[in-house]
């Protein structure tokens, strides 16, 4: 399978691009890819926060088909819902089409939440960073922010 996530810096921000075409699933390469990058981002001493995206027309759409009724391989989407709870990055999901099933419980439990030490002229200046490199569909949920 050839890479399906991905990792980028751009500027300050750390970038992990899913692209598994048509819906981004988070199939087995996916989930592989998503724990991979975020390690990747969280070595990286250049990237202040991550993001994590879709490319193409959506956020990952959920499940992968094409695993159903076969013999389940790690990591399991809670494993890799873990990795990102555990950041001590800021990461924020730039979401876009459809988020559904654990691409939901993604958006819902991980990345739009940021932890609690964050404080809000943190969480600012990287919005605005992200602004600045191009991103402008960003989704957060969280009542820890001050």
């Given at each position: ?98 988020a559904l099933g654990g691409g939901a419980c993604q958006e ?11 404080k809000y002229s943190q969480f600012m200046e990287v919005m ?19």
């Amino acid at each position: 399978m050839s890479e399906v996530v991905s990792y980028r810096l751009e500027g300050d921000i750390g970038v992990i691009g899913v692209d598994y075409p048509p819906v981004n699933a988070l199939g087995q390469g996916v989930r592989e890819g998503l724990v991979n990058c975020l390690r990747q981002g969280l070595e990286d001493d250049q990237a202040k926060a991550l993001v994590v995206i879709g490319e193409g027309r959506t956020f990952p759409a959920g499940a992968d088909i094409r695993e159903f009724g076969k013999p389940p391989a790690g990591p399991a989407l809670p494993d890799v819902i873990s990795e990102y709870e555990s950041s001590d990055k800021l990461v924020i999901a730039a979401i876009h089409g459809t988020a559904l099933g654990g691409g939901a419980c993604q958006e819902e439990r991980v990345f739009v939440r940021a932890q609690p030490e964050v404080k809000y002229s943190q969480f600012m200046e990287v919005m605005n960073k992200m602004q600045e490199n191009g991103f402008f569909k960003v989704g957060l949920l969280n009542e820890d922010i001050e």
